[in-house]
């Protein structure tokens, strides 16, 4: 049949794969012998898990749809540009906020918040570990590895931030042909008992020259506790981006995370959730904009690991042009969860001819009396809706952005900070400024 691969060319490929991998593994663990914070337990550790996984093999399932070819056979530098203040401000959100800024990965706390708040904020030890995957993949250890100092951020018990936490990441690229810089970025939160807290994630660039981010934010939320989560990534269209953020949360809390994906040539983001408590409320929802040649791809994991918890999950993609969207979601129900109630869903509005999704959502349930669901849709835009607006005298171009933005509000729109709101309209209408 056209288009299989006979015996020999699946080994040929399979061998060429593996080759690949071997050369980028060395490529990484020199970057690992140069990473900061030496003689690190938490770095070491996760760098053994990371030859023992390895990069993903030919035609692996999980990274069937994702290419890394120009990852494999990129040579990857730390990235070491300092940011001025005024280039700063020209990239942080105007929210009145707790900023945290990282620089190529790099705590700065010359363009930080003095004044903290309720949080305590400090580096990890050299020798301490930080909680073990939830969902384990090879980037997750890779960014865990090379990450400098992670950033252990502390909100006791009792304790309300009237104020959101802003987590700022500035990667830059380098001019230089030869080497493409790299970013880790690595946060550990611990929200105690009782308290509350809303976190904001924000990706930037500081120039248009590629470069690889790899960022990774593990929550763990304590009993009766209430957790707001937003990312925003905006990175320039030449930048690679793999994130897995993961959250342990107890019982009676309420808990919501929601990303907003507007940028990167390629782009991986992973949440991981685990419901350790009963009688918790969790929110996991993603927005994914791809354009050009871009491929976004979007993964969820939820553990419900206890008895009377709700989940939904809402992950939208509105793909343009040629661009490629992935998004696999998993739920699993354990045996003593009941009255688990689990709902998730994909939908996708293709707008290019070109355009294409590849979706998989699943379901593992080892309970009774549970009521779980998933489902997936994929359309273009009604020409029907089309045809009613443009009778009532809007042009074709303004029609069009209408509905888009209307598929989008669903998750815009709950967003709770007029000044995030502000800055992910204003992205989602640039990008579709050509459309």
Not at 220 to 236: C, I, R
Not at 296 to 306: G, I, M, V
Not at 347 to 362: F, M
Request: include cysteine; charged fraction near 20%; hydrophobic fraction near 40%.
């Amino acid at each position: 049949m056209a288009g299989l691969l006979t015996n020999s060319e699946r080994a040929e490929k399979r061998a060429q794969v593996v080759a690949l991998n071997e050369q980028a593994m060395a490529r990484f663990a020199a970057l690992f012998e140069k990473r900061l914070g030496e003689n690190s337990l938490h770095a070491k550790t996760h760098w053994e898990i990371a030859q023992k996984v390895g990069l993903p093999a030919f035609r692996h399932e999980d990274w069937h749809y994702t290419p890394l070819d120009n990852v494999l056979k990129t040579e990857y530098r730390f990235g070491e540009q300092d940011v001025a203040d005024q280039a700063c401000e020209a990239l942080a959100l105007p929210i009145d906020a707790y900023r945290i800024v990282l620089i190529n990965g790099r705590y700065s706390s010359a363009l930080s918040s003095i004044d903290m708040g309720p949080f305590k904020v400090a580096l990890l030890d050299n020798q301490d570990l930080l909680p073990d995957a939830i969902n384990s993949e090879i980037f997750l250890h890779l960014t865990e590895s090379l990450a400098g100092q992670p950033l252990v951020i502390h909100l006791a018990a009792n304790q309300i931030a009237e104020k959101p936490l802003y987590l700022l990441n500035i990667s830059s690229g380098s001019s230089n042909d030869q080497n493409v810089n790299t970013s880790q970025y690595r946060y550990h939160i611990t929200l105690d008992a009782n308290s509350k807290a809303q976190v904001i994630e924000h990706f930037v660039s500081l120039n248009d020259y590629g470069h690889m981010t790899g960022s990774r934010l593990t929550v763990e939320v304590g009993d009766n506790a209430q957790f707001s989560h937003f990312k925003l990534n905006t990175e320039n269209n030449q930048a690679q981006h793999f994130a897995h953020n993961d959250i342990v949360v107890g019982r009676d809390s309420q808990v919501k995370s929601t990303s907003f994906l507007l940028g990167s040539l390629l782009s991986r983001n992973h949440t991981s959730a685990r419901l350790d408590g009963e009688n918790t409320e969790l929110e996991l929802n993603s927005l994914l904009l791809p354009k050009g040649n871009e491929i976004a791809d979007t993964r969820s994991y939820l553990e419900h690991n206890a008895g009377h918890c709700n989940s939904r999950q809402l992950h939208k993609v509105i793909a343009m042009d040629n661009s490629k969207a992935v998004f696999n979601g998993m739920i699993k129900v354990a045996p003593n969860a009941l009255k688990t109630d689990g709902q998730m869903s994909n939908n996708t509005l293709l707008l290019g001819e070109k355009a294409e999704i590849d979706t998989k959502p699943q379901l593992e349930i080892y309970a009774d009396d549970v009521k779980c669901g998933h489902g997936a849709t994929v359309g273009r835009i009604d020409d029907e809706q089309l045809f009613y607006l443009r009778s009532r005298g809007i042009d074709g171009k303004a029609a069009k952005h209408m509905i888009i933005i209307a598929f989008a509000a669903e998750l815009t729109e709950s967003i709770d900070s007029e000044e995030l709101k502000n800055a992910v309209m204003a992205n989602i209408r640039q990008r579709l400024a050509e459309v």
